[in-house]
């Protein structure tokens, strides 16, 4: 069960998105990029600030959408439905990667497997027998006015071959339906993200986490992950409470090309 470089027909795997680099990677561009008024972006405060100070828009490529993907799924803040995990607290800003300037009413749309390691749809691929209603830890949310989609979700857990990571899609022009769930629209971005191996080993040894067997691909030595940190989807996260099982809250800021 492991993810393999699969171009979807609506986003070539060239196309341009960007991160937005943050701490001292910031510093340093912004140094070489001073002169650009155009890279530059301005700090707002608060939880839904969409971009870093000083921050300098940076190029990164896009990544695969693996063979889990489900079309159809609910428009919903929490995916979590009856599965146990950690919790797991997604704010994911979208900017355009021209301008940096947040977009509104675009979809972000979350997959991942359980702690079990299986996808909703695809139960028992990872060795393991439950339930699968095909819907389960899959959904998204329109973003705010300031280009923030808050999802709350459980720390993945993970399958042969592969290090914990989820899945996303950026779409927008999206129809809401009757049913919940959304159809047509423009797909403009697919990757992943991913978890420091230092969170990602206390999460393993966690009861919930410990039955599956599976053996663990570590973030080194997974095959799509190329150690290129924020700018290739790695998460930044920080503790829920005072403890592991307490959970995460995850934040990343991600620019898609609208052109």
């Not at 530059?40 to 000083?54: I, L, Y």
């Not at 280009?147 to 950026?170: D, E, F, N, S």
Request: charged share 15%; net charge negative.
């Amino acid at each position: 069960m492991t993810d393999t470089p699969k171009k979807h027909p609506a986003t070539p795997i060239n196309r341009r998105t960007v991160l937005l680099a943050t701490g001292a990677t910031a510093a340093t561009l912004a140094v070489g990029a001073a002169s650009s008024s155009a890279d530059q972006v301005t700090q707002e405060t608060g939880p839904t600030a969409p971009v870093a100070a000083a921050a300098v828009c940076t190029l990164t490529k896009e990544l695969t959408e693996g063979p889990y993907y489900l079309d159809g799924q609910y428009v919903r803040s929490d995916i979590r439905e009856d599965k146990t995990g950690i919790p797991l607290k997604l704010t994911l800003t979208v900017v355009d990667d021209d301008t940096c300037v947040p977009l509104k009413n675009a979809l972000v749309e979350l997959w991942h497997c359980d702690a079990l390691g299986e996808y909703s749809g695809f139960v028992g691929n990872n060795g393991h027998d439950e339930p699968d209603n095909g819907t389960f830890l899959r959904g998204g949310v329109l973003t705010d006015a300031s280009g923030v989609a808050a999802i709350t979700t459980v720390y993945p857990g993970w399958y042969r071959g592969r290090c914990v990571h989820i899945h996303v899609k950026v779409h927008t022009n999206v129809t809401l339906t009757p049913d919940g769930s959304f159809t047509g629209g423009r797909e403009l971005h697919t990757g992943q993200l991913f978890f420091a191996e230092t969170i990602t080993t206390k999460v393993a040894a966690l009861a919930t986490y410990k039955v599956n067997t599976v053996p663990r691909t570590t973030l080194a030595r997974d095959s799509i992950y190329d150690d290129g940190g924020a700018a290739s989807g790695l998460l930044t996260l920080t503790p829920l409470g005072s403890t592991t099982s307490a959970g995460y809250a995850g934040t990343l800021t991600l620019g898609v090309e609208q052109g």
